[in-house]
């Protein structure tokens, strides 16, 4: 039963989310406004151009170089619905998806405090998930001449269908931990009531297809990361010789039967793509040496990560049994291992060397940890154990996510925006 004293302060933290989730809002749009307005080509150009010229005459044609047109529609639903302008409907676009993305990893952060800690996660909860929204590799100047090209982050200002697709990727990964819960006979994270636990499946299905159709490239993480992630679980339970593995088995099933039409569109999609809709002739996916396509343009590999997860990479350190222990922590590590050996040996060869397409896939692995690592940060933010090394955990923390901030601002400068 929910207190007065906690009402309360769920209000304050749900009133500092609504207030962050407006700044955001108006950050984006402005920035967006002047991305498209730039002579300057950015990857959104041709966003706008494809979704400006979507008719059911051109929609084969478009649909096969670009299988996945979440972005694409709801900006067509802008411009049809509120008779606007094609490049603010292309900005209001991008600012709802970022708003969703804050949401979900606001919602996501603050249950995650409240199961795992020790008590409320107060706004805390509001303002790591507002920081996230910002937040971009540590930017040294000398170190490398490509600004963010050779250090990676979550947040991908200049491409619209990355920022799309993040907030339904989420969705899939919280779903994903409450349904392994619920088979391992726990207490779920994320949906509270019984009934809405009866419909995990259907909720994990629909997320999974809505990030394929927002951008593939979240299940070409997610989904081999679940695989290893069970398989693991399976073998397991097989050593135990005790039967448990037909509960692992079911489970698997369940879950895969779950994950067919993302699966099926992904297939059919792109078999359409690359047999009919590739301009790209000289193009094709080939494994190559490890991390080849991130040499083009990090004279460091090690430096570049470390600059691009200082702030995951410190919390992990810090507490190494957490995300080790806990579901949400296995399946973000697994995930971003994952995308990383992805990305290690996977790539488009010929023109598209240097798109460093299958970075996408680390990328989305690195949300999941950077959201489980700010959740952590929340819990000793409010813990209240006397300890002097939590103290610098977290003083830490907070001075890195800081920094990743900082970063990200230098990056979009905000500032010319919300004034």
């Known amino acids: 039963m929910e207190t007065g004293a906690e009402r ?14 407006a700044v955001l809002f108006v ?20 966003h706008i151009w494809q979704a400006e010229h979507l008719t059911f005459e051109t929609l084969k044609k478009i649909w096969l170089e670009r299988p996945y047109l979440l972005w694409h529609l709801t900006v067509k639903a802008c411009a049809w619905i509120l008779v606007m302008p094609w490049e603010e409907a292309g900005a209001l676009a991008n600012s709802l998806f970022s ?51 050779g250090q990676y982050g979550i947040n991908a200002f200049f ?35 019984e009934k809405s636990r009866k419909y995990l499946y259907l909720f994990f299905g629909a997320a999974l297809f809505v990030s394929v159709f927002a951008k593939p490239t979240f299940l070409f993480m997610l989904l081999p990361a679940g695989v290893v992630y069970l398989c693991a679980d399976l073998v397991a339970a097989l050593r135990k010789k005790d039967g448990s593995w037909k509960k692992t088995w079911g489970f698997l099933w369940r879950i895969g039967c779950a994950s067919i039409p993302a699966v099926i569109y992904l297939l059919f999609s792109y078999a359409a793509f690359y047999m009919w809709g590739s301009n790209h002739s000289d193009s094709s996916v080939a ?6 396509a991130w040499s083009i343009f990090s004279p460091n590999i090690f430096k570049s990560w470390v600059l691009s997860m200082a702030f995951p990479l410190w919390m ?50 690195m949300l999941l940890v950077w959201v489980v690592a700010a959740a952590r940060l929340v819990m000793l933010t409010y813990d209240t154990e006397k300890s002097t090394w939590r103290d610098i955990v977290v003083l830490v923390g907070w001075g890195l996510l800081m920094i990743h901030l900082f970063s990200g601002t230098y990056y979009i400068n905000p500032f010319n925006y919300i004034i």
């Open 27 to 46: 950050i984006m749009y402005k920035y967006t406004l002047n991305e498209i307005k730039s002579d300057t080509y950015v990857d959104i150009h041709d």
């Open 99 to 149: 708003v969703l993305n804050f949401l979900v990893s606001f919602f996501l952060i603050d249950r995650i405090a409240q199961r795992r800690g020790k008590s409320s996660s107060g706004v805390a909860a509001a303002a790591v998930s507002a920081m996230l929204s910002f937040a971009m590799p540590m930017y040294v100047r000398w170190f490398n001449p490509y600004h963010y090209e």
């Open 316 to 365: 992990l350190a810090a507490g190494p049994r957490y995300f080790v222990k806990n579901v949400e922590g296995q399946l973000a590590l697994t995930g971003y291992l994952v995308g990383t050996l992805e990305y290690a040996f996977l790539v488009e060869t010929g023109s598209k060397l240097e798109y460093c397409s299958f970075a996408w896939e680390m990328t989305s692995g």
């Open 159 to 193: 491409n619209p269908t990355h920022i799309a697709v993040k907030p339904f990727g989420l969705l899939s990964f919280l779903f994903a931990v409450d349904l392994i819960l619920v088979y391992r006979g726990k207490e779920t994270l994320f949906c509270r009531g």
């Open 287 to 292: 494994v190559y040496p490890i991390f080849t």
């Open 8 to 21: 309360n302060q769920n209000r304050v933290k749900y009133a500092a989310a609504a207030v962050l989730g």
